[in-house]
């Protein structure tokens, strides 16, 4: 039951902390497309808490989309790859 309550606890810190960036980009689009920086340390947090809460064949499958290790991913597609976890979590 305690690691049901750990996943459900992972599963949510991941939720809130896409739904943050999500929020960043939107806000900083509005007034003017501007383009959001996202960094490797932000991709890499979130991209953990998602294996933590057990979902590490997910995190596998969307960094292997962009390439074979997310330190060798172009950062432009950064966002992209939150958007896809943002995809995962609501789906």
Same mark, same amino acid.
């Given at each position: 039951m305690e690691? !049901?309550?750990? !996943? @459900?606890?992972? !599963?949510?810190?991941?939720? +809130? @902390? #896409?739904r943050q960036l999500a929020t960043r980009l939107q806000a900083d689009q509005a007034p003017a497309p501007k383009e959001v920086k996202v960094t490797? *340390?932000?991709?890499?947090e979130v991209l953990a808490k998602l294996t933590l809460a057990g979902r590490k064949d997910d995190v596998k499958r969307i960094v292997n989309h962009y390439g074979p290790k997310l330190s060798? #991913?172009?950062?432009?597609?950064?966002? *992209?790859? !939150? +958007?896809?976890?943002e995809e995962l979590n609501n789906g």
């Open positions: 690691e !049901l309550n750990n !996943l @459900a606890d992972c !599963l949510e810190a991941t939720s +809130k @902390a #896409v490797y *340390d932000e991709v890499r060798q #991913v172009n950062e432009s597609h950064y966002a *992209d790859i !939150l +958007k896809e976890v």
